[in-house]
């Protein structure tokens, strides 16, 4: 079974499925994608079998019983996209529970990693970079979860190499939500351990070493940005173009005409989605949420990551990288809108319920057996 659960975890976090659709066809996808969901039913079946992670189950069934209402796309993207949800949510608590930080921290290194192999061997014009995710910013967003698993790490310097190439990995994606969280996180860190000051001069390092990679190709506005932080003259236009706060505003109006059964489903996913008039998504998965199945699954989301985040914290100082996972979770929903589609995010997320709820159940014990 170990060989069969290292093989879900590659084609979940280096991203096969996604990166085989774009770059050979979409039966190379489909194909990887019908591994992967097989796969974690034969592990259902084969292991012992837990209790599904029934509010994310709830959610999915709301969302998308809500949203269909409205939906007059193809049925068949939809009924996949729902079976798959619905296979991961049920299928795969043992999974979680027999998978640690460790492994997941392994294999999202690898992924970071080619982040730097699509830099130094597959350079493009675009300038922004994102190895096997093909999108720079879920890209970004892989290399901070990968970054806060880092702090369970025991053997030191693997944990400063795994840092350092987390960082310098999603400062090549010249996503501002990474170098935001990034910074968050680190501050958070040093509350938690003065030691870990330390990361804030490996990731100045690594700002540095890019910087002075003057024969590299990196897109010019956010390199130039990026530069202009350590000057006098901070490029505040390029740093605030396009925010997400922007794309919000477009579907103010939209948001309001059916908040009961919201829109429909994909209605806010914007491009060939369209059907509410805004042609670019909505960049937030909160509002997708509630734009697309209306006020019951938004306010479900809202509620299973605010106590995702307690519970966390409840073991802040035996397990920090749960608050850690839990912040950038949380944040990286205000600014994308595929909730259902990333299955990395959707994974970290049922593994950190699975493992908070487990700790907690821990503690009680510890707690009952003090009290005899």
């Given at each position: 079974m170990?060989?069969?659960?290292?093989?879900?975890l590659?084609?979940?976090?280096l991203?096969?499925?996604?990166f085989?659709?774009i770059?050979?066809g979409?039966i190379?996808?489909?194909f990887?994608s019908?591994l992967l969901?097989?796969?974690i039913?034969?592990?259902?079946i084969?292991?012992k079998k837990s209790?599904?992670i029934i509010?994310?189950?709830i959610l999915?069934?709301l969302?998308?019983?809500?949203?269909s209402?409205?939906?007059t796309?193809?049925?068949?993207?939809?009924?996949?996209?729902f079976?798959?949800?619905?296979?991961?949510t049920?299928?795969?608590?043992?999974l979680?529970?027999e998978t640690n930080?460790?492994?997941?921290?392994f294999?999202?290194?690898?992924?970071a990693?080619s982040?730097?192999?699509?830099?130094?061997?597959f350079?493009d014009?675009y300038?922004?970079y994102s190895?096997?995710?093909?999108?720079?910013n879920?890209a970004?967003?892989?290399?901070?979860?990968g970054?806060?698993?880092?702090?369970?790490?025991k053997n030191?310097?693997?944990?400063?190499i795994?840092?350092?190439?987390?960082?310098?990995?999603?400062?090549?994606?010249?996503s501002r939500?990474f170098?935001?969280i990034?910074?968050?996180?680190?501050?958070?860190?040093?509350v938690?351990?003065?030691?870990?000051?330390?990361?804030l001069?490996?990731?100045l390092?690594a700002?540095l070493?890019?910087?002075?990679s003057?024969s590299?190709?990196?897109?010019?506005d956010r390199?130039?940005?990026l530069k202009?932080?350590f000057?006098d003259d901070?490029?505040?236009?390029t740093?605030?173009?396009?925010?997400?706060?922007e794309t919000?505003?477009e579907?103010t109006?939209v948001l309001?005409?059916?908040?009961?059964?919201g829109?429909?489903?994909?209605?806010?996913?914007?491009?060939?989605f369209?059907?509410?008039g805004v042609k670019v998504?909505v960049?937030?998965?909160?509002?997708?949420?509630?734009?697309e199945s209306?006020i019951l699954p938004?306010l479900m989301?809202?509620?299973?990551?605010?106590?995702?985040?307690?519970?966390?914290l409840?073991?802040?100082?035996?397990h920090?990288?749960?608050?850690?996972l839990?912040i950038?979770l949380?944040?990286?929903?205000?600014?994308s809108?595929n909730?259902?589609?990333n299955?990395i995010?959707l994974?970290?997320?049922?593994?950190?319920?699975?493992k908070?709820?487990?700790?907690?159940?821990?503690d009680l014990?510890i707690?009952?057996?003090?009290?005899?």
């Amino acid at each position: 079974m170990r060989i069969l659960k290292y093989l879900i975890l590659v084609l979940m976090f280096l991203n096969v499925p996604s990166f085989g659709v774009i770059n050979f066809g979409p039966i190379v996808g489909a194909f990887f994608s019908t591994l992967l969901y097989v796969s974690i039913t034969i592990y259902f079946i084969a292991n012992k079998k837990s209790n599904p992670i029934i509010p994310f189950a709830i959610l999915g069934l709301l969302y998308f019983l809500i949203s269909s209402i409205n939906y007059t796309g193809v049925l068949n993207e939809f009924f996949s996209n729902f079976i798959k949800y619905l296979i991961l949510t049920l299928f795969a608590t043992q999974l979680f529970k027999e998978t640690n930080s460790n492994e997941l921290c392994f294999f999202i290194l690898i992924g970071a990693v080619s982040i730097l192999i699509n830099v130094l061997v597959f350079p493009d014009n675009y300038g922004r970079y994102s190895g096997l995710y093909i999108n720079p910013n879920r890209a970004g967003f892989v290399c901070l979860l990968g970054f806060s698993l880092t702090y369970k790490l025991k053997n030191i310097p693997y944990r400063f190499i795994a840092q350092f190439l987390f960082i310098i990995g999603g400062i090549m994606t010249f996503s501002r939500y990474f170098i935001l969280i990034l910074l968050f996180i680190n501050l958070i860190s040093i509350v938690s351990n003065k030691k870990n000051v330390i990361v804030l001069f490996t990731g100045l390092i690594a700002i540095l070493i890019i910087i002075s990679s003057t024969s590299l190709q990196f897109n010019n506005d956010r390199f130039n940005a990026l530069k202009s932080v350590f000057s006098d003259d901070v490029d505040t236009e390029t740093i605030s173009k396009n925010s997400r706060d922007e794309t919000w505003a477009e579907y103010t109006e939209v948001l309001f005409e059916n908040p009961i059964l919201g829109n429909g489903y994909r209605s806010f996913h914007g491009h060939e989605f369209d059907t509410v008039g805004v042609k670019v998504g909505v960049h937030n998965s909160y509002l997708m949420m509630l734009g697309e199945s209306g006020i019951l699954p938004f306010l479900m989301l809202i509620i299973i990551y605010i106590a995702l985040f307690i519970r966390s914290l409840n073991h802040f100082k035996t397990h920090p990288e749960y608050t850690y996972l839990a912040i950038i979770l949380m944040t990286f929903l205000l600014v994308s809108h595929n909730f259902f589609d990333n299955l990395i995010s959707l994974f970290i997320s049922l593994w950190l319920y699975e493992k908070v709820k487990k700790d907690n159940e821990i503690d009680l014990l510890i707690d009952t057996e003090n009290d005899k």
